[in-house]
């Protein structure tokens, strides 16, 4: 495969953000993807997210698994660390990257044949175990590049390119976050930017397992009359249920989850120091409120509505690290004193266990 490669040159005048960095230095190889692909948008906004978030790219490690939405971690950040790992096992390397070295930002890029198929299981494990990242998955409800089967998260019903009727129920992704104890679960649509990028500031601002599930048109098989994953579809249905936005850190009044209304401003403090802003839109939603999260999605859901926007946020969200009580300092810096203590101190331990 020919890969284009973009000019180094950068127009002298180009906005630099607050760590010296422009907008150009945030993306990377010129895409293969068709042209109108949703996941190109999906790409842009991470792009505009980590810009405006003053993240110094060498700081992200960004892994993915196979499919056309794992393609696109070579379209931004391309001055990051990158790993491509096979089918669906994108969460456990991640993971044991995630161990290794807490001092990074962890980016994991899928799809829903990735995540709700081969690698269903992975996605699970690692939102129960509250592994800090920002998942992303690119939903398009087709194999892209395997000419537009269905996959697991094509609604029933849901009609083929070549008119085709789906029998089967789909993988709520969302729905098994929410279950499975993600502490950051939200849905966005990639024909949205101005919604999608404060979720993934969000995301990659949070300080537990974040999950976003991204509707993404693919405009070669699955964007007709009678899917429901098309542009026209989602435009028709969406139905935002919260709005956020990030604010220098600063002494803030905090309301108490539960207390605000609707178009009230609820500020959140984050683990990083940074303020989330988010906005009510509906009088009946809370979304710190994990079973009334999930009550509220699925009536939507039910009613052929995609409930979009920050579905659910825990402002107390624990990480693995914390779960298992690991050193500050990553375990990848640690000498051999410390990761090989003696025959000694392994005999302790293993009599403790007897």
């Not at 056309?68 to 096992?89: E, I, M």
Request: charged fraction near 20%; charge should be neutral; hydrophobic fraction near 40%.
């Amino acid at each position: 495969m020919t890969y284009i490669a973009k000019p180094k040159l950068h127009h002298p005048t180009l906005t630099k953000n607050k760590v010296g960095y422009t907008r150009r230095d945030y993306e990377g190889k010129v895409s293969t993807l068709c042209a109108g692909c949703g996941h190109d948008s999906i790409s842009a906004a991470i792009i505009q997210a980590a810009w405006e978030l003053d993240i110094e790219p060498h700081r992200v490690a960004k892994l993915s698994g196979i499919g056309c939405s794992s393609k696109t971690p070579d379209y931004f950040l391309g001055a990051s660390h990158g790993f491509n790992t096979v089918h669906g096992r994108m969460p456990s390397v991640l993971t044991g990257a995630a161990l290794a070295n807490r001092e990074l930002l962890y980016l994991g890029v899928s799809g829903d044949g990735d995540s709700a198929s081969i690698g269903l299981g992975q996605f699970a494990h690692a939102m129960r175990r509250g592994v800090k990242m920002a998942y992303i998955v690119e939903n398009n409800g087709v194999y892209g590049l395997t000419k537009g089967q269905f996959s697991a998260t094509a609604d029933r019903g849901s009609k083929s390119k070549k008119g085709v009727l789906n029998n089967d129920n789909p993988v709520d992704l969302v729905g098994m976050a929410l279950q499975l104890g993600a502490t950051y679960v939200a849905r966005g649509f990639s024909g949205d930017k101005a919604q999608l990028v404060p979720l993934i500031k969000g995301a990659l601002r949070h300080g537990g397992a974040a999950f976003i599930d991204v509707i993404s048109p693919c405009v070669a098989f699955n964007n007709h009359a009678g899917s429901t994953r098309s542009y026209d579809y989602v435009r028709e249905h969406n139905e935002a249920v919260s709005r956020i936005d990030f604010i220098d850190l600063a002494k803030e009044a905090v309301a108490e989850p539960g207390t605000w209304k609707a178009g009230e401003v609820l500020e959140l403090p984050q683990a990083d120091g940074s303020v989330m802003r988010l906005r009510k839109l509906h009088t009946d939603y809370d979304p710190t409120d994990r079973v009334n999260a999930l009550t509220h999605v699925q009536a939507l859901q039910a009613e052929g509505e995609v409930p979009t926007g920050l579905l659910f946020i825990d402002p107390e969200a624990r990480d693995l690290h914390a779960s298992m009580g690991t050193v500050p300092r990553a375990l990848n810096a640690l000498g051999e004193g410390a990761l090989c203590p003696g025959s000694a101190l392994l005999a302790k331990i293993n009599a403790s266990l007897r």
